[in-house]
């Protein structure tokens, strides 16, 4: 039998398309990995937990919470037992819950260090949210826990599961854009009086903490590269008691080994819609919104006619179901995720620069 072109091209897409379904099962044979969630905020309950359900390769299977009420509610939604609910006093117990293989941390920020540390001592692996925790020094605490227990460390940035983000990167890598020569990301919102964001002791810092983090990675991933210099200005324009410990507004630069500047902003003062823009010798990309839940669109234009127009699937918790598809597959097959501890590490460094480029005490 001989196969034309067309015959191989689409067995070959076949071929490749069947490594990816996934078996009952997980991938590769492999029990879902088993799911603890420590913090039952929006984080965790509108987006984390729906995009572990879409999951094949995961299971929401224990919860630790202070309000029994609410995590008994979420435990029937999941099909979790009422015996594999935990508050944060006997949350060591899980070392002994068999079923739980991994912990998912959606605290406020200066309780990741803690929960980390001791979810790694119960022997387990650990993915937690960004900002990785509120000092550099407790984030490398988190990366020694988990090297001490031979667990896995990772924190959850997810833009770098997504297929635009993903997209935006290999058109620079490629080549597409022509050399790099600046950009510019910005993230904000109005933040509501209130907030354990707005509490030093709980957030760690303000908006550059929080969202401005994402303009800060964006450009580490969008270049490659890590900035060698960094000048920032900080700002409270609303003196109207909702910044008395944290900052307001950050505005920073960074110069890359390659030249390539970044200019980024970030607020809790007014909304700022997560983007990003890539300005090339070709031509130039952006992406409003970036940093959303779903949504996201790329648009640019290469050389005169070249245009780049795409839209992510509306409504899908893609980004959350692709972060812990990638968690699965690290733990099963013994690989260092793609955003580990490290990677969360360098932003709390650079964080640090950032702050102390402002004038305000470093992290
Ligand atoms: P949230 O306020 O909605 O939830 C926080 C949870 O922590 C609640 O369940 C709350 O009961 C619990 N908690 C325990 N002790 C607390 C205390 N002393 N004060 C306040 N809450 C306490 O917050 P969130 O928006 O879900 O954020 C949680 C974490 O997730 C943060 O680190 C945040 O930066 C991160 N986050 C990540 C993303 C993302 O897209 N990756 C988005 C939002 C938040």
Known sequence: MT?????????????TASAFVPSAHGQTGQHPIGWCVVGLGRISMDHFMPGVKL????????????????????ATLYGVSQS?????????????NKEIDAVYIALPNSMHAEYTIRSAKAGKHVLCEKPMATSVADAKAMIEASKAANRKLMIAYRCQFDPL??????????????????????????????EWRLDRKLAGGGPLMDV?????????????????????????????GRFNTVEENVSWTMKFPSGIVAACNTTYGG????????????????MLPAFNYDGMHLAGQIGRDQKIDELS???????FTRQADHFADCVWNDRTPKTPGEEGLRDMELMSEIYQAAGLPGL
Not at 55 to 74: M, T
Not at 172 to 189: D, T, V
Not at 218 to 240: F, M, N, W
């Open 313 to 319: 699937p509306v409504r899908e918790p893609m980004e």
């Open 84 to 96: 594999a609910i935990y508050n944060y006093d006997n949350m060591d117990a899980i070392r002994d």
């Open 3 to 15: 196969l034309t072109r067309r015959d191989f091209s689409r067995l070959a897409g076949l071929a």
């Open 212 to 240: 401005g983090i994402y303009c800060l990675n964006a450009s580490r991933y969008l270049t490659g590269e890590e900035p060698q210099e960094i000048k920032a200005y900080s700002s409270v324009i609303d003196h109207d």
């Open 271 to 286: 909304n700022m819609n997560g983007y990003f823009r890539v300005h090339g010798a070709k031509g130039a990309i952006e």
């Open 55 to 74: 999951s094949q390769k995961g299971k929401i299977v224990a919860l630790v919470s202070g309000h029994r009420d609410k995590a008994e509610k979420q």
């Open 165 to 194: 983000h993903i997209k935006a990167i290999e058109m620079i890598r490629s080549g597409q854009l022509g050399q790099i020569q600046g950009i510019e990301s910005a993230f904000g919102f109005n933040i509501q009086p209130g």
